[in-house]
């Protein structure tokens, strides 16, 4: 079988780690920011309640001047988000109660009164705010019980070591996935949980390859240094790694730039994720297992006894 990268590579991926996990730490950071600075304005109606329009004008607008002329027409509380990569597309939404129809008509009115017939409402959505409240609370447990999961199983088939440094890496992958999704414009609902689960499973896949490849190599080399036998096993899996990896990766960015709505929000959540699944297998996880098991499987041998040492044993 032709293979992309020779599995007896040389690359040196873990002399690189601290420089990795340093640059990963400073994302992670920017990430949380983000997260934070945004409040409640990052959460879309299906976990905040109200309603959402999805709103498109012809012309030069932005997110203030929208606000500004709702305002002007007495509705408040108006939160208003431009989609980035779109053409004058923003999401218009309410927190208040109200039937469907009623609300819409008194979103147009405003519209049409600030701006005239420049718009057009393409999608409208309602969730009441204690659904909105439940779903997120179900989203937050659903993400907990998926990586206490994961833990479970990597620690019970692996060592613990390789459980921690798998959920170092998941959270590391969600949390900046979730910042660039944030930062690209878009706003966290039901396809970003389905974004986060879908890659939190397939990160995990890869962590299985190389640990697999790792358990083996330190079963045949029993004095060698754990460093080494993870390059080495990174090595060997790097060509399915980059391969699996790709095909994905192009599946998704097509999705992104030819569907709409949810879909292409789910696409760009899983394009960002799987570029950082196969980052965070590299330099996160097996880090982490260096850093908590490193200095004892670095021990090349057991020392005699100092009794048998004396005599010649």
């Given at each position: 079988?032709?293979?992309?990268?020779?599995t007896?590579?040389?690359?040196?991926?873990?002399?690189?780690?601290?420089?990795?996990?340093?640059?990963?730490?400073?994302?992670?950071?920017?990430?949380?920011?983000?997260?934070?600075?945004?409040?409640?304005?990052?959460?879309g109606?299906?976990?905040?309640?109200?309603?959402?329009?999805?709103?498109?004008?012809?012309?030069?607008?932005?997110s203030?001047?929208?606000?500004?002329?709702?305002?002007?027409?007495?509705?408040?509380g108006?939160?208003?988000?431009a989609?980035q990569?779109?053409?004058?597309?923003?999401?218009?939404r309410?927190?208040?109660?109200?039937?469907?129809?009623?609300?819409?008509g008194?979103?147009?009115?405003?519209?049409?009164?600030?701006?005239?017939?420049?718009?057009?409402?393409?999608?409208?959505?309602y969730?009441g705010?204690?659904?909105?409240?439940?779903?997120?609370?179900?989203a937050?447990w659903?993400?907990?019980?998926?990586?206490?999961?994961?833990?479970?199983?990597?620690?019970?088939?692996?060592?613990?070591?390789?459980?921690?440094?798998?959920?170092?890496?998941?959270?590391?992958?969600?949390?900046?996935?979730?910042?660039i999704?944030l930062?690209?414009?878009?706003?966290?609902g039901?396809?970003t949980?389905a974004?986060?689960?879908?890659?939190?499973g397939y990160?995990?896949?890869?962590?299985v390859?190389?640990?697999?490849?790792?358990?083996e190599?330190r079963n045949?080399?029993?004095?060698a240094?754990?460093?080494?036998?993870v390059?080495?096993a990174?090595n060997?899996t790097?060509?399915?790694?980059?391969?699996?990896?790709?095909?994905?990766?192009?599946?998704?960015?097509?999705?992104?730039?030819?569907?709409?709505g949810?879909?292409?929000?789910?696409?760009?959540?899983?394009?960002?994720?799987?570029l950082?699944?196969?980052?965070?297998?590299?330099?996160?996880?097996?880090?982490?297992?260096?850093?908590?098991?490193?200095?004892?499987?670095?021990?090349?041998?057991?020392?005699?006894?100092?009794?048998a040492?004396?005599?010649?044993?």
């Amino acid at each position: 079988m032709r293979e992309l990268i020779p599995t007896n590579a040389k690359i040196d991926f873990m002399g690189n780690r601290f420089v990795c996990m340093f640059l990963s730490l400073l994302a992670f950071v920017a990430s949380v920011y983000i997260f934070v600075q945004r409040g409640e304005e990052k959460y879309g109606t299906d976990f905040l309640g109200g309603h959402e329009f999805l709103v498109s004008f012809k012309g030069d607008f932005d997110s203030e001047k929208i606000r500004s002329g709702l305002s002007a027409q007495n509705l408040e509380g108006v939160r208003v988000q431009a989609f980035q990569g779109t053409q004058n597309e923003f999401s218009i939404r309410l927190g208040e109660a109200g039937e469907a129809d009623a609300v819409r008509g008194k979103v147009e009115r405003a519209l049409k009164s600030s701006f005239g017939d420049v718009y057009t409402i393409e999608k409208t959505d309602y969730v009441g705010p204690t659904v909105g409240r439940e779903l997120r609370t179900s989203a937050l447990w659903a993400v907990g019980l998926g990586l206490l999961g994961i833990l479970a199983y990597i620690a019970f088939r692996f060592e613990f070591a390789v459980g921690i440094g798998t959920i170092v890496a998941l959270f590391h992958d969600v949390v900046i996935a979730t910042g660039i999704y944030l930062i690209s414009g878009h706003i966290i609902g039901m396809a970003t949980l389905a974004g986060a689960l879908t890659i939190v499973g397939y990160s995990v896949n890869d962590t299985v390859v190389v640990f697999d490849r790792v358990r083996e190599q330190r079963n045949k080399k029993k004095g060698a240094k754990l460093v080494d036998i993870v390059n080495e096993a990174l090595n060997f899996t790097l060509s399915r790694t980059v391969i699996t990896h790709l095909l994905t990766f192009f599946s998704a960015l097509a999705l992104y730039v030819f569907a709409d709505g949810d879909i292409k929000d789910l696409s760009l959540y899983l394009c960002a994720g799987i570029l950082l699944g196969s980052y965070s297998t590299i330099f996160i996880v097996s880090s982490v297992v260096i850093m908590l098991e490193g200095r004892k499987s670095a021990e090349p041998v057991a020392k005699a006894p100092k009794a048998a040492r004396a005599s010649g044993v």
